[in-house]
């Protein structure tokens, strides 16, 4: 169910119609709050800032891995993630007989840019098939590891689909041939139970805009514990020194996952992140999970009585948040239910993305579809 004390605090919800927090989530007003206390933090103590602003960014990784299932000293962060990334890439030998990764032909395009902007490195990349064009199972990846695989990169949900990926019989084939896995938690962190840390992966990475509601600028990195302190990432600074206020000549790398952070980094989304995360984690994931099936279950039978196509797996265990709607012309669409205040996104082969947060009614849903006929109708 909807809870009401929660959906007081984000202000989008009275002006708009919000439906798209699998892209973008809702601004909490905590968010401004911790905002705020960033600059007052700033102005009050000036270059002594850091000493409060270090600490911060720890109970910031603590935080975060209550969400995500890991420890905090194993998190970093980082504006985005195709640097998150690069800093992944750039601790393997492509060189070496090892060169190849496996990425699913779905994927979210910047992930296959990462590798693109490789060539040249020895690194040899295998798009990996979908027998629907929709999702994946295991096998479409198990298949195709081999001793030359150095890494598996999984999107655990796929975002032009929602098809969710079952992650954890991937990562035992990978490791029982030498391979690493990293997964992309981007499309399900904040709406979906997940623990990186019981998948077994050896990375994982994410974003804080879509359903942690904390804003762009906060992506995070997690790195499997017993890793920490053996990788040597080529794409370097001095936020990953052990000690970074000593300012050493020599490169002493953090013995946790800070060592992928590399120079200075937006504090300023950090704050407006962690609002966002303790308003998850006060919502609950597993709450969160529920309402927003409950929410996609009124979207795809809406959906279905006017014969519209639904481009996602319809069995719940396999989806994600969003639903995804075959209409023709789904960008014009868009486009026109937004000059209502009804946001959605559309994708290329995907069509209308539609989704409920925590803070969804049902009613919203029912307006948003009634809009949808008077256009259907034009």
Request: charged share 20%; glycine share 8%.
């Amino acid at each position: 169910m909807t809870q009401p004390k929660l959906r007081e605090r984000f202000p989008v919800l009275n002006r708009s119609t919000y439906l798209v927090s699998h892209s973008m989530g809702a601004a909490p007003l905590d968010s401004r709050e911790k905002i705020l206390e960033y600059w007052n933090t700033w102005n009050d103590l000036g270059i002594e800032a850091w000493d409060r602003w270090m600490p911060f960014v720890d109970e910031c990784r603590s935080v975060l891995g209550q969400i995500i299932g890991a420890p905090g000293r194993s998190i970093a962060f980082h504006q985005n993630v195709s640097t998150l990334v690069h800093s992944v890439l750039g601790t393997f030998d492509w060189t070496s007989s090892r060169n190849e990764v496996l990425i699913s032909e779905l994927t979210f395009p910047t992930l296959k840019y990462c590798l693109e902007a490789l060539k040249g490195t020895g690194i040899h990349f295998i798009r990996v098939p979908s027998h629907d064009g929709i999702g994946h199972d295991p096998s479409d990846f198990t298949s195709l590891i081999t001793g030359r695989t150095a890494l598996v990169l999984l999107d655990h949900g796929i975002y032009r689909s929602s098809a969710l990926i079952d992650i954890p019989p991937i990562v035992k084939a990978a490791h029982q041939h030498g391979a690493r896995v990293l997964a992309d938690t981007y499309q399900t962190a904040g709406m979906y139970p997940l623990s990186v840390k019981d998948w077994g992966v050896d990375f994982a990475v994410g974003g804080s805009h879509k359903w942690l509601c904390g804003g762009p600028g906060a992506s995070y990195l997690y790195v499997r514990p017993d890793l920490l302190g053996t990788l040597r990432p080529q794409l370097y600074g001095w936020m990953a020194q052990q000690e970074i206020f000593e300012f050493t000549p020599d490169v002493q790398p953090a013995d946790d996952a800070r060592a992928f952070m590399t120079g200075t980094f937006g504090i300023p989304s950090l704050y407006a992140a962690k609002a966002g995360w303790e308003t998850i984690l006060e919502a609950g994931v597993p709450s969160i999970r529920q309402h927003v099936l409950h929410i996609s279950h009124q979207i795809i039978r809406l959906a279905q009585e006017r014969g519209l196509k639904i481009n996602s797996p319809l069995n719940d265990d396999s989806r994600g948040g969003q639903v995804c709607v075959g209409i023709d012309k789904a960008h014009e669409v868009e486009c026109l239910l937004s000059k209502e205040k009804i946001l959605l996104d559309s994708r290329p082969y995907c069509g209308l993305r539609i989704s409920g947060h925590f803070y969804t009614e049902e009613r919203e849903v029912l307006a948003c579809f009634d809009a949808l006929d008077s256009i259907i109708k034009r």
